[in-house]
Every structure is written in C-alpha cells, then in structure tokens.
C-alpha cells in the first residue's frame, strides 16, 4: 500500500489536520514512469522530463500529482506545440496530453504521454520526485442497471529522478 501523508489547511484561524490515506496499489494494469533525458547538466541546460502512464484496465476519475511543477529549482517549459483539444493544468501549469492505443504482449493498452522542459536554476543534485496518479479501476462487472462496472480506488508512483546539476565552466561555455 501507498501512504497518502496528512494535509494541514487553516480555517478561520483554525488549523485542521487529516489523517494519513493508506491507498492500495495497483497491479500491472497501471504502470508510470518519469523519465530525464540527461542525469547531468548545467545551471540553465534545458532538460526533458517525459512522464508516460499506460494501462490496460477501464479507468475514471484520474488525478495527477506532479511535484516537480511546485519545486522552485527548475523553470518549467514546454516542448510541444499547444494544441486545440484538451490541455489540463496540474499545479497551474499547463501539459500537453498525447494518447495512443497500442497492442503490448497481445493486450489493448492506452498510453497517455507529456514532456516539459525542466531548466535548473541552481547547482548541486536535484531529486525529481515521483509523479502520482490516483484513479478508479473497474474490478468486476456491476449488478446495478445505472453502472456498468464495481471501481475501486488506486494510486501508482513513478519512480524518482537525480539530476546533477554543474555551474557553467569558465571557459569553452556550451
């Protein structure tokens, strides 16, 4: 299982604490992955961050947790041309979403895809934290004439990134 940590807010001048979530994790019907396309850069190097979510199973109700879009270390830009359909915000920044349907070892799977432009803006080793995706996933059929599938709740993690991040030389600057 997942631990969701608690969430503090303040109302009122009151401040309310929730409970720490114990999500159950998925199976192989859900994968995520975060991918870097360098682990070593310079101050200012742009580099690219794809994240891609495939899954074979019935789904609704996604949510994405990207931690990265909330970290003061990088510049977050985009590397694809926005387009007219849907462009969903995660953290006020806007992503590109790109779906296919592809055969994978025989099975129907959708793969859902989005890069950004990550611009360090300090030295030293940065973690790029795990993405998360919290979703309903159909379980079995329904009984019910209004539903067509029972759901139950799960979340993924991707894994975490490193990024050594150099100052630019003296000399011979990239």
């Known amino acids: ?12 001048g009151k401040t309310y604490t929730t409970n720490a ?6 199976d192989d019907q859900i994968r995520l992955e975060l991918e870097l396309s360098e682990t070593k850069c310079y101050v200012g190097q742009p580099v690219l961050m794809s994240v891609t979510w ?3 199973a019935r789904i609704q109700n996604p949510t994405m947790d990207v931690p990265v879009f909330k970290s003061d270390d990088f510049y977050i830009e985009d590397v694809t041309e926005a387009s007219a359909g849907n462009r969903p915000t ?28 990550l611009i360090p803006k300090r030295i030293g080793s940065i973690v790029v934290d795990p993405v998360t995706i919290s979703t309903n996933v159909a379980v079995a059929r329904s009984r019910s004439l209004l ?14 990134a490193e990024l050594e991040v150099a100052p630019m030389p003296e000399t011979n600057q990239p």
Not at 1 to 12: A, Q
Not at 21 to 26: G, I, K, L, N, W
Not at 148 to 158: F, L
């Open 1 to 12: 299982k997942m631990t969701l940590p608690p969430v503090t807010v303040v109302v009122e």
């Open 21 to 26: 979530v114990e999500v159950p994790a998925s």
């Open 54 to 56: 495939t899954f074979t």
């Open 90 to 117: 995660i953290h006020n920044v806007p992503i590109t979403l790109v779906s296919d349907r592809q055969l994978v070892n025989g099975v129907e799977t959708t793969i859902v895809r989005f890069r950004k432009a």
């Open 147 to 160: 539903e067509a599938y029972q759901y139950k709740r799960v979340s993924v993690q991707s894994n975490p």
